[in-house]
């Protein structure tokens, strides 16, 4: 672990993003250059204190999962990940394994919308961020650990619990978007890639799965028309629609509902009571 050189890389990261590139506003009284430490802990969900320590090279060697955070928060391309693990002294990802980096660019996008539901997503369709909003609406997916992150799973393998959220009319379309989806991932990430690991835990636990396999039907994610069930505000209408990194590798998904409608009030309301929640908690 090289604690020189991992500091200096950190402080040099912060120190070159702006408050704006990461969703937040300039505000009169930042004297320093680029985000401050608290803010740099606070998006990578670790304390000040432990942020800091790394920054002065007294930290123990973080973990894989706090260096992707950090990476996160830091807005690094891929290469720039590389380079902080290896000067943290842990192996490189890899980069047709689970993308669980999101996209600088695409991250910038993402951190600009609070006020509708966002979620980005990785080709094999691990949720790899979502905003308050997609939280309170589809529920929990980045927190959730192992195949959970990944909407086949929650889909296919009981308890089903991402079709709880769709209407039982829609639920046989859902299904087979969601295998073509995992195809298209399949065929371009390959049999020993994350997306053929996905596909060889499901099959031998969804008969529904197997079928629609079979079909050999192959689709990425476009705009799409839908109705969303929330048990606490009922139907919700939106449209969603897909922004792709360059390589299609990772995808933005915005949920926005017609503007001054029922649904429009209602994710209002659902931001509301995700406030509730976290005051409550």
């Known amino acids: 672990m090289d ?9 040099a990261r912060r120190e070159a993003l702006r408050p704006e590139d990461v969703g937040l506003t300039q505000g009169p009284r930042r004297r320093t250059a680029g985000l401050r430490r608290e803010e740099v802990a606070a998006a990578a969900a670790m304390s000040v204190d432990y942020y ?45 394994g689970r993308a669980d980096h999101v996209s600088p660019a ?55 619990t991402d079709r709880e959220i769709y209407p039982e009319s829609d639920r046989e379309r859902q299904s087979r978007a969601i295998v073509a989806g995992l195809r298209s991932a399949y065929g371009i990430l390959g049999p020993t890639s994350v997306a053929g690991e996905l596909v060889a835990e499901i099959l031998p636990r969804s008969e529904e799965f197997r079928r629609l396999w079979e079909r050999q039907e192959v689709a990425q994610r476009f705009a799409d028309h839908k109705v969303l069930v929330h048990p606490e505000v009922g139907d919700i209408e939106v449209d969603c629609q897909v922004l792709f990194t360059e390589d299609r590798g990772q995808a933005l998904l915005v949920l926005t509902p017609e503007p001054r409608s029922e649904a429009e009030e209602k994710i209002r309301l659902l931001g509301v009571l995700g406030l509730q929640r976290f005051t409550a908690g």
Request: charged share 25%.
């Open 3 to 11: 604690r020189i050189g991992m500091a200096e890389f950190l402080r």
């Open 106 to 160: 695409l991250q910038r996008v993402f951190a600009r919308l609070s006020d509708t539901p966002a979620l980005v997503i990785s080709h094999a369709g691990e949720t790899l961020a979502q905003n308050a909003l997609a939280a309170a609406l589809l529920g929990d997916h980045v927190g959730a650990r192992g195949w959970a992150r990944f909407e086949a799973w929650r889909w296919f393998v009981p308890p089903h």
């Open 52 to 96: 800091t320590r790394l920054e002065q090279q007294r930290g123990p060697q973080p973990s894989t999962a706090v260096l992707a955070a950090l990476a996160r928060a830091l807005r690094m391309t891929r290469d720039e990940r590389d380079y902080l693990f290896r000067l943290a002294g842990h192996a490189v990802p890899d980069r047709l």
